[in-house]
Structures are given as C-alpha cells and as structure tokens.
C-alpha cells in the first residue's frame, strides 16, 4: 500500500470525528506521527484512548481547536491537560469501555493499532494489546494498522484478519517508531 498522505487522514477523518489509539506498548508511535503531522487540515477531533506509554504528544496546545483528547486512565501529562482544560477524563471502569464504542455512544471514525506481521492464515495480532483494542477495531469506520515485527503473536481474541485492516503503510512497518 502507498505511504499515508495529510489528504488520506481528512478523509478518513471528517470534521467532528473520533479516533482511538492503541493502548500501552501497542501505541502505534509512528501512526501517531503521521496523523499529528496531517492535523493541521482536521478539525474538531476527538482523541480516545487507555493508558499509553511515553508521551501524549496530542494534547500539546498547539493542537487547541484540531484535537481534543478524552481519556479514559490519566497520567500526570494527562492530568495536566484536563486541569488545563485542554482534555477531557471519563473516567469508568476498563471492563465498561468496549462498550462505549458502540454504535451511538462514542462511535469511532478511525482506530489507530499497532500489529504483528500476518501469519501464513492471513491473520494479524493485536499482541500485547489485549484490552480495549479489539472492540475499536471492531467498532471503528477505518482500521489504520502500523506492523511492527516486534510485536508478539498472541492468540485467540488478540488475532484479527488482515482484511479488517483498511490501510497499513510500507513506511510503517519496519522497527522505527515501534
């Protein structure tokens, strides 16, 4: 597939849309990137996630009036933010946030995840995120996957056909931003 263009993202997007990022070890870094670097031309979006290791680069406030995050676990950056008025905290139960991201409650435009390779089946892993991923995938309009060869192969509910993924770019699939 082509590399992910600032175009791709407005479409996939749209105005007063939702997007969810992997959670933990699973955020996609380099997805990330790439849909911080194409906000400029995105307006009014809301940002759900979990917990996420490392930075939040998406509540800086250069990013007031494009992206809003609401946060369903708070990190002291996120703290920051939501005491900042800059973000949101629902905060509920990790068991009750699948079903949020049913159909008219917090549906999702977009679900950013990170994967294993796919299989000799035809399947990919979510890995190490076994949590609230799945039912945003499940859930989500578009599914943007970033490979990473580092990710483990887990089994059961974390495995997902290729198919369900509608775009992965080839520049986000080596180890670079994993």
């Known amino acids: 597939m082509d590399a992910i263009l600032p175009k791709d993202w407005e479409t996939w997007i749209p105005p007063g849309g939702r997007v969810f990022l992997g959670s933990g070890a699973a955020l996609p870094q380099a997805l990330v990137a790439s849909f911080l670097a194409a906000a400029p031309g995105l307006k009014d979006v809301e940002v759900v996630h979990i917990h996420t290791l490392g930075n939040t680069p998406w509540v800086d406030p250069k990013y007031d009036g494009i992206l809003r995050t609401n946060t369903f676990f708070l990190t002291p950056e996120l703290r920051a933010a939501v005491d900042a008025g800059r973000a949101d ?6 068991s009750e946030v699948p079903g949020l991201f049913a159909p008219g409650m917090l549906p ?9 390779p ?38 059961g509910e974390a495995r997902l056909p290729v198919a369900k993924i509608h775009q992965v770019s080839p520049s986000l699939t080596g180890v670079e931003g994993s």
């Open 89 to 94: 905290y629902t905060p509920c139960s990790l």
């Open 108 to 116: 999702l435009d977009a679900a950013l995840i990170m994967v294993s």
């Open 118 to 155: 796919p299989d000799e089946t035809g399947h990919v892993s979510l890995g190490v995120a076994v949590d609230v991923t799945l039912a945003a995938v499940r859930q989500a309009r578009h599914v943007i996957a970033q490979i990473n060869p580092l990710m483990p192969a887990t089994g």
